[in-house]
Nanobody, 128 residues
Framework: QLQLVESGGGLVQPGGSLRLSCAASGFSLDVYAIGWFRQAPGKEREGVSC????????NYVDSVKGRFTISRDTAKNTVYLQMNSLKPEDTAVYYC?????????????????????WGKGTLVTVSS
């Protein structure tokens, strides 16, 4: 059974860091595009970052560029989202998602549109 499980969320002060993990079971992440998404209270879900199935191409929403980094460890079948310089507006439930098909935007960057498999999310709260 294909499953994605997020972990690593929690309460952190502004300016702090967290690393989210997305552990996959039932399939190999190295042939799937992986995306991180988030949904803040009262807001729509938004894409945060996307990693192509090859692992060679990434994309980030403008609000996290330079602060967040997506990566994967194929040996552990896990994808990470390193989040630095966290801001209160980063508070949200963070989800990882996977899809066997790579999608690219008009700039040739992975878009993670229409992801097929989803985890249940992990809550990140940035507050003093």
């Amino acid at each position: 059974q294909l499953q994605l499980v997020e972990s690593g969320g929690g309460l952190v002060q502004p300016g702090g860091s967290l690393r989210l993990s997305c552990a996959a079971s039932g399939f190999s992440l190295d042939v799937y595009a992986i995306g991180w998404f988030r949904q803040a209270p009262g807001k729509e879900r938004e894409g945060v970052s996307c990693l192509s199935s090859s692992g060679s191409s990434t994309n980030y929403v403008d609000s996290v560029k330079g602060r967040f980094t997506i990566s994967r460890d194929t040996a552990k079948n896990t994808v990470y989202l390193q989040m630095n310089s966290l801001k209160p507006e980063d508070t949200a439930v963070y989800y990882c998602a996977a899809d066997p098909v790579d999608d690219y935007n008009e700039y040739g960057r992975p878009s993670c549109y229409g992801m097929k498999y989803w985890g249940k999310g992990t809550l990140v709260t940035v507050s003093s």
